[in-house]
């Protein structure tokens, strides 16, 4: 599980599994000072959950 947030405000909140295909996220970060991206553990709870931020880019 995803959750990105931009100054403790919600901008995604999203269940990933490994089996999913690469997506693009665009999120409007306009003004945040802050942006936190949390992963959490998955609904089997299992161990070494990850997130790839591949090729990742924030613009203002």
């Given at each position: 599980h995803?959750?990105?947030s931009?100054?403790?405000?919600?901008?995604?909140?999203?269940?990933?599994?490994?089996?999913?295909?690469?997506?693009i996220v665009?999120?409007?970060?306009t003004?945040?000072?802050?942006?936190?991206?949390?992963?959490?553990?998955?609904?089997?709870?299992?161990?070494?959950?990850h997130?790839?931020?591949?090729d990742?880019?924030?613009v203002?």
């Amino acid at each position: 599980h995803v959750t990105i947030s931009g100054d403790r405000r919600t901008l995604l909140d999203a269940d990933v599994r490994g089996t999913d295909p690469a997506r693009i996220v665009d999120l409007d970060v306009t003004g945040v000072r802050m942006l936190q991206i949390h992963v959490d553990f998955g609904k089997n709870l299992d161990i070494a959950d990850h997130l790839d931020l591949a090729d990742a880019k924030v613009v203002k």
